[in-house]
Every structure is written in C-alpha cells, then in structure tokens.
C-alpha cells in the first residue's frame, strides 16, 4: 500500500554490508537547521535550485553536494534514517496526507495573493528544529521530512537532485 514504509532495517546485516564499501573522506559545513537556519523559523520554500544556489552564495556559502547531504544525514554508520535503524512515525514530519494544488501557481506568479493562499491551504510543515528526534548523528535538524532541499548532483549528466523531502508520501530515509 502507498506509500510503502521499511519499519525496522537490520542492523548485522547492514554492518555486515556496509563494511565492505569505499569510503572517502568528506571536509565539509551544513547548516543545523533549514534555511535561514535559525530553530523555530520556517524553511524558506518554493525557491527553485539556481535561486537556492544564488541565496547561499550571497552568503559566502554553496549547496550541498548530495553526497554530502547523505553522509549528515545518516552519519558515520550509514543510517537508514537520521534518528537510526527503526522507524519512528512521530520523529520526523513524513507521513501527513498529500493535498493537491488547485490551480496554477504558474498562472498567478508566485507572489500572488491566489498563490499566496494555495500556499497556506497545502502548507503541513513545521518551524525548523520543532522536532528534537528527527536530528541527524551529525546534529542536523530536519533531513527527512518538512521541505525538499535542493543539493548538486553527483551524477554525470545532473545538475540537481532534491533531498530530504516535505511531509507527504515521499522520501523518508536518508538515501
């Protein structure tokens, strides 16, 4: 049944796995909490990838690679979910319902006030940091759940990829 959910991984198994894959060192910053990373703020949404990029560089800063996103989200020991190997359906905000957008934000421009109100009708997320168990090995809030994030693809051939995932049917692990 959609949307299908793992609710334990097996730890042995995953170590057993897991022991014999490469790894790389990573030296690298992420921000505690979505963007404008402040606790109880809400994220930032509806901004495409080359504003993303563009805000973040104005701030002396740059996306996330998606490689690096993954590795604070899951830490060290390769977690399937930031908060560990069980599911836990109340750490992070994953599993509220899917609303439909009604009409066309396109249409109206994103600043409109139809827009606007869409916006508030559909909008199921929480301030930043609002949840203290859907935080990563690293101390990063919020990387399942709430928002998509924008990073920079690792793929030949991609410039972005979208991480994370907002609190309906979609992404809810780390990978």
Same mark, same amino acid.
């Given at each position: 049944?959609?949307?299908? $959910?793992?609710? &334990?991984?097996?730890?042995? @198994? #995953?170590?057993?796995?897991?022991? @014999?894959? *490469? ?15 402040? @606790?109880?703020?809400?994220?930032? =949404? ?14 002396? %800063?740059? +996306?996330?690679?998606?490689? &690096? ?7 060290? &020991?390769? +977690? ?5 190997? =069980? $599911? ?7 599993? %509220? *319902? ?34 203290? %168990? ?5 101390? =990063? ?13 690792? %793929? ?6 979208? @991480?994370?995932?907002? #609190?309906? *049917? =979609? ?5």
């Amino acid at each position: 049944k959609f949307p299908e $959910r793992c609710g &334990e991984f097996d730890r042995d @198994k #995953w170590h057993e796995i897991s022991a @014999k894959l *490469p790894t790389r060192d990573m030296h690298f910053c992420i921000d505690r909490f979505e963007y404008p990373n402040r @606790k109880g703020e809400y994220p930032y =949404v509806l901004m495409d990838w080359h504003e993303a990029g563009a805000v973040c560089k104005a701030q002396g %800063k740059r +996306l996330c690679s998606e490689d &690096e996103w993954t590795f604070a989200c899951e830490g060290e &020991e390769a +977690l399937p979910y930031p908060y560990g190997y =069980v $599911r836990d359906v109340d750490a992070c905000i994953t599993d %509220k *319902p899917w609303r439909p957008f009604q009409g066309s934000w396109a249409a109206f421009g994103r600043g409109s006030e139809p827009t606007k109100r869409e916006l508030d009708r559909l909008w199921q997320g929480l301030p930043s940091g609002a949840q203290p %168990k859907c935080r990563s090995p690293f101390g =990063v809030y919020d990387m399942t759940g709430n928002i998509d994030e924008w990073t920079r693809s690792t %793929k030949p051939g991609r410039q972005s990829i979208l @991480k994370g995932g907002y #609190w309906g *049917p =979609v992404r809810t692990r780390c990978r």
